[in-house]
Protein backbone atom coordinates (compact mmCIF):
# COMPACT_ATOMS: atom_id res chain seq x y z
CA UNK A 1 0.00 0.00 0.00
CA UNK A 2 3.07 2.31 0.97
CA UNK A 3 4.63 1.68 -2.50
CA UNK A 4 1.22 2.68 -4.41
CA UNK A 5 0.72 5.72 -2.18
CA UNK A 6 4.50 6.86 -3.38
CA UNK A 7 3.47 6.03 -7.13
CA UNK A 8 0.58 7.80 -7.07
CA UNK A 9 2.54 11.13 -5.23
CA UNK A 10 5.21 10.76 -8.34
CA UNK A 11 3.25 10.58 -10.46
CA UNK A 12 0.99 13.67 -9.72
CA UNK A 13 2.42 16.44 -12.46
CA UNK A 14 2.32 18.95 -9.30
CA UNK A 15 3.36 17.71 -6.48
CA UNK A 16 5.23 19.83 -3.98
CA UNK A 17 8.39 19.19 -2.53
CA UNK A 18 7.55 17.77 0.61
CA UNK A 19 5.52 14.50 -0.36
CA UNK A 20 1.54 15.16 -0.48
CA UNK A 21 -0.78 14.15 2.24
CA UNK A 22 -3.13 14.44 -1.20
CA UNK A 23 -3.36 10.85 -2.78
CA UNK A 24 -5.42 12.02 -6.33
CA UNK A 25 -7.56 15.05 -7.21
CA UNK A 26 -9.05 15.34 -10.09
CA UNK A 27 -12.21 17.07 -11.75
CA UNK A 28 -15.70 15.49 -12.73
CA UNK A 29 -18.43 16.74 -14.96
CA UNK A 30 -21.69 16.41 -13.58
CA UNK A 31 -25.61 17.54 -14.12
CA UNK A 32 -25.97 20.59 -16.17
CA UNK A 33 -22.47 20.64 -16.78
CA UNK A 34 -21.26 21.39 -12.82
CA UNK A 35 -17.76 20.61 -12.19
CA UNK A 36 -16.84 18.82 -9.47
CA UNK A 37 -13.72 18.62 -7.55
CA UNK A 38 -12.69 15.59 -5.69
CA UNK A 39 -9.74 14.70 -3.58
CA UNK A 40 -8.60 11.88 -2.01
CA UNK A 41 -6.27 11.76 1.46
CA UNK A 42 -4.63 9.84 4.02
CA UNK A 43 -5.53 12.40 6.52
CA UNK A 44 -8.64 12.88 8.84
CA UNK A 45 -9.02 16.20 7.37
CA UNK A 46 -9.88 17.73 3.83
CA UNK A 47 -7.13 19.33 2.06
CA UNK A 48 -7.08 23.02 0.86
CA UNK A 49 -9.37 24.10 -2.17
CA UNK A 50 -8.18 27.71 -3.53
CA UNK A 51 -10.36 29.05 -6.10
CA UNK A 52 -9.44 31.88 -8.12
CA UNK A 53 -6.74 32.82 -5.36
CA UNK A 54 -9.92 32.28 -2.44
CA UNK A 55 -9.45 29.52 0.22
CA UNK A 56 -12.88 27.65 -0.23
CA UNK A 57 -14.44 24.79 1.73
CA UNK A 58 -13.88 21.20 0.59
CA UNK A 59 -16.64 18.64 2.36
CA UNK A 60 -16.25 14.90 3.17
CA UNK A 61 -17.86 12.64 0.68
CA UNK A 62 -17.25 9.18 2.72
CA UNK A 63 -14.90 8.96 5.63
CA UNK A 64 -12.31 6.17 6.01
CA UNK A 65 -13.61 2.54 6.48
CA UNK A 66 -13.00 -1.30 6.28
CA UNK A 67 -16.66 -2.16 4.93
CA UNK A 68 -18.26 -5.81 5.90
CA UNK A 69 -17.63 -8.43 3.59
CA UNK A 70 -21.20 -8.36 1.32
CA UNK A 71 -22.26 -11.01 -1.39
CA UNK A 72 -20.58 -9.98 -4.69
CA UNK A 73 -20.47 -11.42 -8.05
CA UNK A 74 -17.29 -13.86 -7.15
CA UNK A 75 -18.74 -15.21 -4.11
CA UNK A 76 -17.73 -15.12 -0.49
CA UNK A 77 -14.73 -17.51 -0.51
CA UNK A 78 -13.09 -15.27 -3.38
CA UNK A 79 -13.85 -12.17 -1.72
CA UNK A 80 -12.68 -10.07 1.59
CA UNK A 81 -13.81 -6.57 3.30
CA UNK A 82 -13.39 -3.51 1.15
CA UNK A 83 -11.01 -1.29 3.18
CA UNK A 84 -10.95 2.71 2.43
CA UNK A 85 -8.39 3.42 4.59
CA UNK A 86 -8.79 7.40 3.02
CA UNK A 87 -10.88 10.23 3.34
CA UNK A 88 -13.27 11.21 0.04
CA UNK A 89 -13.72 15.05 -0.32
CA UNK A 90 -15.46 17.09 -3.02
CA UNK A 91 -16.98 20.64 -3.63
CA UNK A 92 -18.33 22.31 -6.15
CA UNK A 93 -16.37 24.38 -8.64
CA UNK A 94 -17.77 28.02 -8.85
CA UNK A 95 -19.14 28.63 -12.69
CA UNK A 96 -16.88 31.12 -14.44
CA UNK A 97 -13.48 29.83 -12.58
CA UNK A 98 -10.12 30.47 -14.05
CA UNK A 99 -8.21 29.02 -11.56
CA UNK A 100 -8.46 26.15 -9.19
CA UNK A 101 -6.29 24.03 -6.87
CA UNK A 102 -6.22 21.00 -4.24
CA UNK A 103 -3.07 20.87 -1.95
CA UNK A 104 -1.31 23.23 -4.21
CA UNK A 105 -2.06 20.50 -7.29
CA UNK A 106 -3.50 22.46 -10.01
CA UNK A 107 -6.64 21.04 -11.24
CA UNK A 108 -8.40 20.99 -15.11
CA UNK A 109 -11.35 22.96 -15.50
CA UNK A 110 -13.85 22.74 -18.57
CA UNK A 111 -13.33 25.00 -21.21
CA UNK A 112 -16.52 25.35 -23.58
CA UNK A 113 -16.97 25.44 -26.58
CA UNK A 114 -15.58 21.47 -26.39
CA UNK A 115 -14.16 20.45 -29.50
CA UNK A 116 -11.60 18.41 -28.39
CA UNK A 117 -12.58 15.48 -26.89
CA UNK A 118 -10.63 11.72 -25.23
CA UNK A 119 -12.82 8.27 -25.17
CA UNK A 120 -11.25 5.37 -23.16
CA UNK A 121 -12.99 2.78 -21.89
CA UNK A 122 -12.44 -1.18 -19.57
CA UNK A 123 -9.24 0.23 -18.53
CA UNK A 124 -8.58 -2.27 -15.39
CA UNK A 125 -6.41 -5.33 -15.67
CA UNK A 126 -8.16 -8.36 -15.42
CA UNK A 127 -7.64 -10.84 -12.78
CA UNK A 128 -10.26 -12.83 -12.04
CA UNK A 129 -10.00 -16.53 -10.88
CA UNK A 130 -7.48 -18.40 -13.11
CA UNK A 131 -6.97 -15.23 -15.24
CA UNK A 132 -4.33 -13.55 -14.78
CA UNK A 133 -3.57 -10.67 -16.58
CA UNK A 134 0.34 -9.60 -16.84
CA UNK A 135 -0.38 -6.22 -14.82
CA UNK A 136 3.25 -5.46 -14.46
CA UNK A 137 4.34 -5.67 -17.67
CA UNK A 138 3.27 -2.13 -19.94
CA UNK A 139 2.88 -3.99 -22.79
CA UNK A 140 0.37 -6.04 -21.97
CA UNK A 141 -1.46 -3.87 -19.55
CA UNK A 142 -1.15 -0.45 -21.49
CA UNK A 143 -3.51 1.63 -19.23
CA UNK A 144 -0.43 4.06 -18.19
CA UNK A 145 1.18 4.72 -21.47
CA UNK A 146 -2.50 5.49 -23.07
CA UNK A 147 -3.09 7.75 -20.16
CA UNK A 148 0.20 9.61 -20.94
CA UNK A 149 -0.39 10.27 -24.85
CA UNK A 150 -4.09 11.15 -24.72
CA UNK A 151 -2.75 13.33 -22.56
CA UNK A 152 -0.20 14.84 -24.42
CA UNK A 153 -2.80 15.76 -27.03
CA UNK A 154 -5.11 18.41 -25.13
CA UNK A 155 -8.08 17.04 -24.34
CA UNK A 156 -10.53 19.61 -23.06
CA UNK A 157 -12.96 16.79 -21.55
CA UNK A 158 -12.01 13.19 -21.44
CA UNK A 159 -15.41 10.44 -21.29
CA UNK A 160 -14.63 7.24 -19.68
CA UNK A 161 -17.81 4.72 -20.79
CA UNK A 162 -17.04 2.20 -17.81
CA UNK A 163 -15.29 -0.63 -16.14
CA UNK A 164 -12.62 1.10 -13.67
CA UNK A 165 -11.41 -2.05 -11.70
CA UNK A 166 -10.51 -5.60 -13.14
CA UNK A 167 -8.32 -6.73 -10.04
CA UNK A 168 -11.27 -8.90 -8.32
CA UNK A 169 -9.85 -11.98 -7.02
CA UNK A 170 -5.97 -12.38 -5.78
CA UNK A 171 -3.38 -13.12 -8.72
CA UNK A 172 -3.30 -16.75 -9.41
CA UNK A 173 -0.06 -18.96 -8.01
CA UNK A 174 2.94 -18.84 -10.08
CA UNK A 175 1.88 -15.82 -12.33
CA UNK A 176 4.37 -13.85 -12.62
CA UNK A 177 2.85 -11.41 -14.60
CA UNK A 178 0.32 -10.17 -11.77
CA UNK A 179 2.51 -11.04 -9.09
CA UNK A 180 2.30 -8.76 -5.91
CA UNK A 181 -1.10 -7.08 -6.89
CA UNK A 182 -3.49 -5.80 -5.29
CA UNK A 183 -7.17 -7.47 -5.20
CA UNK A 184 -10.96 -7.07 -4.44
CA UNK A 185 -12.89 -4.02 -4.28
CA UNK A 186 -10.93 -1.43 -1.88
CA UNK A 187 -8.77 1.32 -2.32
CA UNK A 188 -5.28 -0.02 -2.92
CA UNK A 189 -6.94 -2.10 -5.88
CA UNK A 190 -8.73 1.20 -6.90
CA UNK A 191 -5.49 2.89 -7.16
CA UNK A 192 -3.42 0.25 -8.80
CA UNK A 193 -6.33 -0.16 -11.62
CA UNK A 194 -7.20 3.02 -12.22
CA UNK A 195 -5.82 6.02 -10.16
CA UNK A 196 -2.04 5.80 -10.90
CA UNK A 197 -1.74 4.34 -14.40
CA UNK A 198 -4.63 7.46 -14.92
CA UNK A 199 -2.73 10.60 -13.15
CA UNK A 200 -1.39 12.05 -16.06
CA UNK A 201 -4.82 12.15 -17.40
CA UNK A 202 -6.76 13.08 -14.66
CA UNK A 203 -4.66 16.39 -14.44
CA UNK A 204 -5.26 16.96 -18.35
CA UNK A 205 -8.91 17.39 -18.20
CA UNK A 206 -12.42 17.03 -16.48
CA UNK A 207 -13.91 13.64 -16.27
CA UNK A 208 -17.48 12.25 -18.09
CA UNK A 209 -17.48 9.48 -15.88
CA UNK A 210 -19.59 6.50 -17.14
CA UNK A 211 -20.35 3.01 -14.83
CA UNK A 212 -19.83 0.10 -15.73
CA UNK A 213 -20.96 -3.46 -14.86
CA UNK A 214 -18.03 -3.53 -13.21
CA UNK A 215 -19.22 -0.83 -10.80
CA UNK A 216 -22.44 -2.66 -9.85
CA UNK A 217 -23.00 -2.92 -6.39
CA UNK A 218 -21.90 -6.78 -6.50
CA UNK A 219 -18.88 -5.83 -7.54
CA UNK A 220 -16.65 -2.50 -7.71
CA UNK A 221 -19.67 -0.59 -6.61
CA UNK A 222 -18.47 1.17 -3.27
CA UNK A 223 -15.72 2.47 -4.70
CA UNK A 224 -17.85 3.91 -7.89
CA UNK A 225 -20.00 5.99 -4.79
CA UNK A 226 -17.08 7.05 -3.27
CA UNK A 227 -14.76 7.72 -5.79
CA UNK A 228 -16.37 8.39 -9.27
CA UNK A 229 -19.47 9.35 -9.29
CA UNK A 230 -20.35 12.82 -9.56
CA UNK A 231 -23.46 13.26 -8.01
CA UNK A 232 -24.27 13.95 -3.91
CA UNK A 233 -23.43 10.88 -1.90
CA UNK A 234 -26.68 9.92 -0.27
CA UNK A 235 -27.27 6.90 2.62
CA UNK A 236 -28.32 3.80 1.03
CA UNK A 237 -27.10 4.51 -2.69
CA UNK A 238 -23.53 3.49 -1.37
CA UNK A 239 -23.67 -0.25 -2.40
CA UNK A 240 -22.49 -1.08 1.69
CA UNK A 241 -25.69 -3.12 2.25
CA UNK A 242 -27.15 -6.20 -0.22
CA UNK A 243 -30.85 -4.94 0.73
CA UNK A 244 -30.09 -1.83 -0.82
CA UNK A 245 -28.52 -2.74 -3.97
CA UNK A 246 -31.56 -2.19 -6.10
CA UNK A 247 -31.34 1.46 -4.89
CA UNK A 248 -27.60 2.11 -5.02
CA UNK A 249 -27.72 0.02 -8.95
CA UNK A 250 -31.16 1.96 -9.76
CA UNK A 251 -30.82 4.10 -13.34
CA UNK A 252 -30.48 7.54 -14.16
CA UNK A 253 -29.18 10.16 -16.95
CA UNK A 254 -28.16 13.24 -17.14
CA UNK A 255 -26.45 15.85 -19.31
CA UNK A 256 -23.52 17.77 -19.62
CA UNK A 257 -23.02 20.28 -22.17
CA UNK A 258 -19.89 20.55 -24.69
CA UNK A 259 -21.19 24.38 -25.67
CA UNK A 260 -22.46 25.18 -29.56
CA UNK A 261 -25.65 23.35 -28.94
CA UNK A 262 -24.22 20.10 -28.32
CA UNK A 263 -24.11 18.08 -24.95
CA UNK A 264 -23.00 14.51 -23.46
CA UNK A 265 -26.22 12.50 -22.45
CA UNK A 266 -24.30 10.34 -19.70
CA UNK A 267 -26.42 6.97 -18.78
CA UNK A 268 -26.15 4.57 -15.07
CA UNK A 269 -27.49 1.03 -16.61
CA UNK A 270 -24.87 -1.13 -14.93
CA UNK A 271 -27.06 -3.18 -13.62
CA UNK A 272 -28.64 -4.09 -17.04
CA UNK A 273 -28.07 -7.59 -18.22
CA UNK A 274 -26.62 -8.26 -21.65
CA UNK A 275 -29.59 -10.54 -22.39
CA UNK A 276 -32.81 -9.99 -23.30
CA UNK A 277 -34.51 -7.90 -20.72
CA UNK A 278 -38.65 -9.23 -20.43
CA UNK A 279 -41.28 -6.87 -19.95
CA UNK A 280 -41.39 -8.68 -15.94
CA UNK A 281 -37.33 -8.81 -15.69
CA UNK A 282 -36.58 -5.72 -12.22
CA UNK A 283 -34.92 -3.59 -14.27
CA UNK A 284 -37.66 -3.09 -17.23
CA UNK A 285 -39.20 -0.35 -15.99
CA UNK A 286 -36.09 1.16 -14.73
CA UNK A 287 -34.37 0.94 -17.93
CA UNK A 288 -37.68 2.05 -19.63
CA UNK A 289 -37.43 5.65 -17.55
CA UNK A 290 -33.73 6.10 -18.70
CA UNK A 291 -35.17 5.94 -22.23
CA UNK A 292 -37.71 8.62 -21.41
CA UNK A 293 -35.06 10.86 -19.45
CA UNK A 294 -32.57 10.36 -22.70
CA UNK A 295 -35.66 11.54 -24.85
CA UNK A 296 -36.40 14.61 -22.41
CA UNK A 297 -32.76 15.68 -22.39
CA UNK A 298 -32.14 15.23 -25.90
CA UNK A 299 -34.45 17.94 -26.75
CA UNK A 300 -32.09 20.37 -25.15
CA UNK A 301 -29.54 20.47 -28.05
CA UNK A 302 -28.69 19.80 -31.45
CA UNK A 303 -26.05 17.36 -31.50
CA UNK A 304 -26.27 14.55 -28.56
CA UNK A 305 -24.04 11.72 -27.65
CA UNK A 306 -25.35 9.31 -25.53
CA UNK A 307 -22.73 7.71 -23.56
CA UNK A 308 -23.65 4.27 -22.02
CA UNK A 309 -21.49 0.90 -20.67
CA UNK A 310 -23.24 -1.28 -22.65
CA UNK A 311 -23.51 -0.82 -26.61
CA UNK A 312 -26.81 -0.67 -27.69
CA UNK A 313 -26.11 -0.50 -31.60
CA UNK A 314 -22.59 -2.87 -32.16
CA UNK A 315 -22.03 -6.09 -32.68
CA UNK A 316 -20.03 -9.02 -31.51
CA UNK A 317 -19.03 -12.78 -32.33
CA UNK A 318 -18.42 -15.87 -30.95
CA UNK A 319 -15.28 -17.91 -30.30
CA UNK A 320 -13.69 -19.14 -33.33
CA UNK A 321 -13.45 -19.06 -36.82
CA UNK A 322 -16.88 -18.67 -38.40
CA UNK A 323 -18.63 -17.70 -35.64
CA UNK A 324 -21.59 -16.17 -36.38
CA UNK A 325 -22.04 -11.88 -35.84
CA UNK A 326 -24.03 -10.93 -33.13
CA UNK A 327 -25.63 -8.37 -31.45
CA UNK A 328 -23.09 -7.63 -28.93
CA UNK A 329 -25.82 -6.97 -26.40
CA UNK A 330 -29.80 -6.81 -26.19
CA UNK A 331 -30.43 -5.60 -22.42
CA UNK A 332 -30.93 -2.19 -23.17
CA UNK A 333 -31.91 -2.18 -26.90
CA UNK A 334 -34.79 -4.83 -25.92
CA UNK A 335 -36.26 -2.62 -23.75
CA UNK A 336 -36.04 0.89 -25.69
CA UNK A 337 -37.49 -0.70 -28.72
CA UNK A 338 -40.40 -1.36 -26.95
CA UNK A 339 -40.71 2.46 -26.70
CA UNK A 340 -39.40 3.63 -29.87
CA UNK A 341 -39.04 1.47 -33.79
CA UNK A 342 -35.68 3.90 -33.62
CA UNK A 343 -34.06 2.02 -30.27
CA UNK A 344 -32.69 5.70 -29.40
CA UNK A 345 -34.97 8.98 -29.72
CA UNK A 346 -34.89 10.87 -32.97
CA UNK A 347 -32.88 13.43 -31.29
CA UNK A 348 -29.79 11.14 -30.34
CA UNK A 349 -26.65 11.30 -33.04
CA UNK A 350 -23.49 8.96 -31.40
CA UNK A 351 -23.57 6.26 -29.01
CA UNK A 352 -20.68 5.99 -27.23
CA UNK A 353 -19.81 2.19 -25.17
CA UNK A 354 -17.23 -0.03 -23.98
CA UNK A 355 -18.21 -3.32 -22.69
CA UNK A 356 -16.95 -5.72 -25.97
CA UNK A 357 -12.88 -5.23 -25.34
CA UNK A 358 -12.60 -3.99 -29.00
CA UNK A 359 -13.18 -0.78 -31.06
CA UNK A 360 -15.62 -0.78 -33.26
CA UNK A 361 -17.97 1.59 -35.09
CA UNK A 362 -21.55 0.90 -36.64
CA UNK A 363 -23.34 3.69 -39.27
CA UNK A 364 -26.91 2.78 -40.25
CA UNK A 365 -27.68 5.36 -42.58
CA UNK A 366 -29.64 8.08 -40.52
CA UNK A 367 -31.97 6.06 -39.74
CA UNK A 368 -30.72 4.73 -36.16
CA UNK A 369 -27.77 6.93 -34.49
CA UNK A 370 -24.22 5.64 -35.11
CA UNK A 371 -22.53 3.78 -32.39
CA UNK A 372 -18.98 3.57 -31.21
CA UNK A 373 -17.42 1.21 -29.17
CA UNK A 374 -13.97 2.07 -27.11
CA UNK A 375 -13.40 -0.85 -24.63
CA UNK A 376 -9.66 -1.19 -25.64
CA UNK A 377 -7.74 0.98 -23.17
CA UNK A 378 -5.74 -1.59 -21.27
CA UNK A 379 -8.10 -4.49 -19.86
CA UNK A 380 -7.08 -8.34 -21.73
CA UNK A 381 -8.41 -7.78 -25.44
CA UNK A 382 -11.30 -9.83 -26.56
CA UNK A 383 -9.75 -11.66 -30.24
CA UNK A 384 -13.57 -12.53 -31.45
CA UNK A 385 -13.51 -12.57 -35.25
CA UNK A 386 -15.14 -10.37 -36.66
CA UNK A 387 -15.02 -9.65 -40.20
CA UNK A 388 -13.84 -6.67 -41.68
CA UNK A 389 -17.59 -6.58 -43.90
CA UNK A 390 -21.03 -7.84 -42.04
CA UNK A 391 -23.03 -10.23 -43.12
CA UNK A 392 -25.98 -8.62 -45.40
CA UNK A 393 -28.28 -10.02 -43.14
CA UNK A 394 -27.19 -8.61 -39.86
CA UNK A 395 -29.50 -6.27 -38.40
CA UNK A 396 -30.42 -4.28 -35.51
CA UNK A 397 -34.09 -3.41 -35.03
CA UNK A 398 -35.15 -4.16 -38.68
CA UNK A 399 -32.08 -2.12 -39.91
CA UNK A 400 -29.03 -3.35 -41.41
CA UNK A 401 -25.53 -1.28 -40.88
CA UNK A 402 -24.41 0.37 -44.40
CA UNK A 403 -20.89 1.23 -42.42
CA UNK A 404 -18.84 -1.02 -40.33
CA UNK A 405 -15.13 -0.28 -39.15
CA UNK A 406 -13.38 -2.33 -36.01
CA UNK A 407 -10.32 -3.10 -34.73
CA UNK A 408 -9.75 -6.33 -32.59
CA UNK A 409 -6.64 -7.50 -30.24
CA UNK A 410 -5.63 -3.62 -30.18
CA UNK A 411 -4.88 -1.56 -27.16
CA UNK A 412 -5.72 2.39 -27.33
CA UNK A 413 -8.04 5.24 -27.30
CA UNK A 414 -10.58 6.92 -29.42
CA UNK A 415 -10.43 11.03 -29.99
CA UNK A 416 -13.11 13.47 -31.01
CA UNK A 417 -12.75 16.50 -32.87
CA UNK A 418 -15.58 18.89 -33.64
CA UNK A 419 -15.37 20.49 -36.95
CA UNK A 420 -19.28 22.23 -37.92
CA UNK A 421 -22.34 21.70 -35.72
CA UNK A 422 -23.19 18.27 -36.37
CA UNK A 423 -19.55 16.93 -37.85
CA UNK A 424 -17.39 15.61 -35.85
CA UNK A 425 -14.07 13.97 -36.71
CA UNK A 426 -12.70 10.68 -34.73
CA UNK A 427 -9.72 9.30 -34.99
CA UNK A 428 -8.25 6.21 -33.18
CA UNK A 429 -5.01 5.92 -31.50
CA UNK A 430 -2.65 2.91 -30.59
CA UNK A 431 -0.41 2.91 -27.73
CA UNK A 432 2.39 4.51 -29.55
CA UNK A 433 0.02 7.17 -29.78
CA UNK A 434 -0.27 7.16 -33.70
CA UNK A 435 -3.35 7.04 -35.68
CA UNK A 436 -4.59 3.40 -37.13
CA UNK A 437 -8.03 4.95 -38.42
CA UNK A 438 -10.03 8.36 -39.20
CA UNK A 439 -13.80 8.60 -39.09
CA UNK A 440 -16.39 11.10 -39.89
CA UNK A 441 -19.22 11.36 -38.01
CA UNK A 442 -22.22 13.89 -39.65
CA UNK A 443 -25.19 13.59 -37.78
CA UNK A 444 -26.35 10.49 -37.34
CA UNK A 445 -23.55 9.03 -39.92
CA UNK A 446 -20.63 8.07 -39.80
CA UNK A 447 -17.58 6.31 -42.22
CA UNK A 448 -14.37 5.19 -41.63
CA UNK A 449 -11.06 5.40 -44.02
CA UNK A 450 -10.21 1.47 -42.96
CA UNK A 451 -12.79 -1.09 -42.83
CA UNK A 452 -10.63 -3.03 -40.07
CA UNK A 453 -7.38 -2.12 -38.73
CA UNK A 454 -4.75 -4.69 -39.18
CA UNK A 455 -3.71 -6.27 -35.93
CA UNK A 456 -0.50 -4.93 -34.92
CA UNK A 457 2.34 -6.60 -33.21
CA UNK A 458 3.22 -6.28 -29.58
CA UNK A 459 5.22 -2.83 -28.53
CA UNK A 460 7.52 -3.94 -25.96
CA UNK A 461 8.84 -0.78 -25.72
CA UNK A 462 7.94 0.82 -22.11
Known amino acids: MQFLIGLMIGATAAATASASPVMTSYTLMGEGGVVVARAVTETSTCPTFVVDGSLRPMVVRMTPATLALRATAMGQAASKPSEFAVLTCEAIVPAGARRAAVDGHRLALLRAPVTRIVVIGDTGCRIKGSVGQACNDAAQFPFARIATHAAAWHPQLVVHVGDYLYRETACPTGNSGCAGSPWGYGWD??????????????????????????????????????????????????????????????????????????????????????????????????????????????????????????????????????????????????????????????????????????????????????????????????????????????????????????????????????????????????????????????????????????????????
Open 189 to 462: AWAADFFVPGAPLLAAAPWVVVRGNHESCLRAGQGWWRLLDPRPGIAGRDCNDASDDATGDAGSAYAVPLGRNAQVIVTDLAAVTDAVSPPESERFADTARVWRDIERLSRRAAFNFVATHKPILGFTSGKGMGAPVRTATDGIASVFQTLAPGVLPPAVDVVLSGHEHVWEQVSYSGRLPSQFITGFSGTQEDTVPLPAQLPADVQTAGVAPDRFSSWIDGFGYMTLERRSDQRWIAKVWDVRGEVVNRCRIDGRRSSCVKSQVASTPVDTAH
